[in-house]
């Protein structure tokens, strides 16, 4: 019996560069920094949940 098998699958890979690299880099980036500052202001001074702010960061970054 002969059969075929096709597969089709995507595959997506996205790197917002949060963290850094202790061999690559000593300090963090510039952009490591505003977004750290950006969301301790949101969590800290607008009472948002990381979680609101995750989904905040997803639509506008």
């Known amino acids: 019996q002969n059969s075929e098998l096709e597969l089709h699958?995507?595959?997506s890979f996205q790197d917002n560069s949060l963290v850094y690299d202790d061999d690559k880099e000593k300090e963090?980036?510039?952009?490591?920094?505003?977004?750290h500052a950006l969301i301790l202001y949101m969590?800290?001074?607008?009472?948002?949940?990381?979680?609101?702010i995750t989904k905040w960061l997803k639509i506008f970054l």
Not at 28 to 35: D, E, G
Not at 43 to 52: D, F, I, Q, V
Request: hydrophobic share 30%; aromatic share 10%.
């Open 43 to 52: 969590h800290e001074e607008r009472g948002m949940s990381y979680r609101k």
């Open 9 to 11: 699958f995507n595959v």
């Open 28 to 35: 963090p980036n510039q952009r490591q920094l505003i977004l």
